[in-house]
Nanobody, 125 residues
Framework: VQLQAFGGGLVQAGGSLRLSCAAS????????MAWFRQAPGKERELVAV???????YYSDSVKGRFTIFRDNAKYTVDLQMNSLKPEDTAIYYC????????????????????WGQGTEVTVSS
C-alpha cells in the first residue's frame, strides 16, 4: 500500500485548505484511515480518523473545524480544514491500518501500517 498526501500550503488564519490522501495497492473499503500532524518541536498527534461503520473521531483541537471525507471509489481520504488557526501549522500525514484492531485502537500511532510522506500546512496570523 502506498499513500500520497498533498494539498498543503500557506494560508491566512481563518482560511481553509483541503488535504487529500491517495491510496494505491492493497487497500479496501474497511481500512481505518487517519490524519495525523506534527508541529515544529512537538510530537505527532492524531487529528481525525475514519472507521467505516463507526463514529468518526476528531481531536478536541479540530472538532467543528475539520472534516474527514472518504471516497472508496477513488481510494482517497480528504481532510477539509476550515477556520484555520496558526496553531494548526504542522506537517500533516495520512495513515492506513488494514487490521481490525484499529477499529478500537485507532488512537495508537503504532498500529498504523502505512504512512504518506506528509504535506506541510502553514497558517499565518
Amino acid at each position: 500500500v502506498q499513500l500520497q498526501a498533498f494539498g498543503g500550503g500557506l494560508v491566512q488564519a481563518g482560511g481553509s485548505l483541503r488535504l487529500s490522501c491517495a491510496a494505491s495497492g492493497r487497500t479496501n473499503s474497511w481500512s481505518v484511515m487517519a490524519w495525523f500532524r506534527q508541529a515544529p518541536g512537538k510530537e505527532r498527534e492524531l487529528v481525525a480518523v475514519d472507521r467505516p461503520g463507526r463514529n468518526t473521531y476528531y481531536s478536541d483541537s479540530v472538532k467543528g473545524r475539520f472534516t474527514i471525507f472518504r471516497d472508496n471509489a477513488k481510494y482517497t481520504v480528504d481532510l477539509q480544514m476550515n477556520s484555520l488557526k496558526p496553531e494548526d501549522t504542522a506537517i500533516y500525514y495520512c495513515a492506513a491500518c488494514l487490521r481490525y484492531v484499529c477499529y478500537s485502537q485507532f488512537d495508537s500511532e503504532g498500529q498504523y501500517d502505512y504512512w504518506g510522506q506528509g504535506t506541510e500546512v502553514t497558517v499565518s496570523s
